[in-house]
């Protein structure tokens, strides 16, 4: 079944470390973003993609970056985790309509 | 850019009741509008979408309004059921042309009781 899936579900790791949240969908669509949601909360949009090698920072700055090299994914990189990075990052993909949503990665920073 | 402004940001309701949760926009060149639903602990998941050449739109017990002229869209959802608890998203992007990044509001919690 076409999809939009996220890894790991959920991950505890130390300050400093640096992580990749991984962000494949099997959708064929050429745009593709990630959020960051406290639980229930606002949607605050960290970068998107509008297709291979097109990257775009979005209205949040996170101190990460992402890559399109295949139009199937969409990894996203803190290249030094802080306690301020916990939260729930959300990728999602779309054409014309609206998004399709992973389940979301869950990062506690401690 | 656009701006979405979403109200009530909490709605409790009893079983049966009707619940409309309101969205305003502030830039007329959106034209597409969509609804999401994030029950909790899960993916926002699209419920309903309109776009600018309609006016209202149903799907069961769902159905949405727009007013272009006033800059105002609107869900509303008939006869609640307990599972219609979550927080719902409003937004607004320009299609086709467009930059395609919609501006989400920041939620409305429903409770349905019982």
């Known amino acids: 079944e076409a999809d939009i899936y996220q890894t790991p579900r959920y991950l505890v790791i130390g300050t400093g470390k640096k992580i990749t949240l991984e962000c494949s969908q099997t959708?064929?669509?050429?745009?593709m973003y990630w959020y960051q949601q406290d639980p229930g909360m606002e949607l605050h949009l960290i970068h998107y993609?509008?297709?291979?090698?097109?990257?775009e920072k979005g209205d949040l700055s996170s101190e990460s970056t992402v890559s399109r090299i295949r139009t199937e994914h969409f990894p996203l990189t803190l290249e030094s985790a802080r306690p301020s990075h916990t939260s729930q990052y959300l990728c999602?993909?779309?054409?014309?309509?609206?998004?399709?949503f992973g389940s979301g990665t869950r990062l506690t920073v401690v | 850019g656009e701006n979405v402004e979403q109200h009530p940001s909490t709605l409790s309701v009893q079983e049966g009741d009707s619940a409309v949760i309101k969205c305003t926009y502030s830039?007329?060149?959106?034209?597409?509008f969509p609804w999401y639903k994030q029950e909790l602990g899960k993916r926002p998941q699209l419920i309903i979408d309109?776009?600018?050449?309609?006016g209202e739109k149903k799907d069961q017990r769902i159905a949405v309004t727009l007013n272009k002229t006033a800059k105002h869209f609107s869900l509303h959802i008939t006869e609640t059921q307990p599972e219609d608890s979550a927080v719902y998203f409003c937004?607004?992007?320009?299609?086709?042309?467009?930059?395609?990044?919609?501006?989400f509001g920041r939620g409305t919690s429903l409770i349905v009781h019982p």
């Open positions: 999602a993909s779309s054409e014309l309509s609206g998004y399709t």
């Open positions: 959708m064929g669509h050429d745009k």
């Open positions: 993609s509008y297709g291979v090698n097109s990257t």
């Open positions: 830039d007329s060149a959106s034209n597409y």
């Open positions: 309109i776009r600018s050449n309609v």
């Open positions: 937004a607004a992007s320009k299609q086709a042309g467009g930059s395609y990044i919609p501006t």
